[in-house]
């Protein structure tokens, strides 16, 4: 209805974006020099995928006081409306610590467990804080596009296909859609039906 050239509404299903565990072992495999824009990206997508796939809004604002001895507590980002507040509570898995490690600084302004927002905080805040917010993500989805190209990857990686290859792995090892969302934070069934509905039937017939 908006014309030739115009804007069109998509239909069906969207593409599968999920790799396979083996992938998550050769990108922990790779060998970039320390501090390096590579090396961080690295440590941030292992840390989000033993963290089930935490969403890069939620890993970027981390403080501190999200630490509860050996688990990580937080509320995720996109359901804070009203009362859908859907709180994460998490055991941190042995190599989630081990980057935690090395990153834990508590002179971090806003005691950010990690620096990927430390910079801007300085500077500003509100509007000006959510767009540099949103530089930072596309910087970190580039760069990841480049570690897949390091591995040889023609699934172009990003913070979605983490995510999504998190709960491929889930899936795969025979955990149920119910248990799967919750621990993705789907507030609604319906959420997590439609998340699971562009992946392959071999997986579920599998995992059944």
């Not at 014309?3 to 998509?10: E, N, S, T």
């Not at 980002?77 to 709180?87: A, L, Q, S, Y």
């Not at 760069?143 to 190209?149: F, P």
Request: aromatic letters at 12%.
């Amino acid at each position: 209805p908006f014309g030739i050239y115009g804007y069109r509404i998509k239909n069906g299903k969207s593409n599968k974006k999920a790799v396979s565990i083996d992938t998550i072992k050769e990108i922990k495999e790779l060998d970039y020099k320390v501090e390096s824009g590579l090396w961080h990206a690295k440590n941030y997508l292992l840390f989000m995928f033993n963290m089930r796939g935490i969403n890069f809004i939620d890993l970027a604002f981390l403080t501190s006081e999200n630490l509860s001895g050996e688990r990580l507590i937080y509320d995720r980002t996109k359901t804070r409306r009203g009362d859908n507040v859907k709180t994460f509570n998490i055991k941190l898995t042995e190599e989630a610590k081990h980057i935690l490690d090395y990153y834990k600084d508590e002179s971090r302004i806003g005691k950010l467990l990690f620096p990927i927002m430390a910079d801007a905080m300085q500077q500003v805040e509100g509007a000006a804080l959510h767009k540099r917010y949103n530089y930072k993500l596309a910087r970190f989805n580039s760069i990841l596009k480049q570690i897949g190209k390091d591995i040889g990857l023609t699934t172009p990686l990003s913070t979605y296909v983490i995510r999504h290859t998190f709960a491929t792995a889930g899936i795969y090892k025979g955990i149920s859609k119910l248990h799967m969302g919750d621990m993705l934070g789907h507030v609604d069934a319906k959420t997590t039906e439609a998340y699971f509905a562009d992946f392959d039937k071999s997986v579920l017939d599998e995992a059944a």
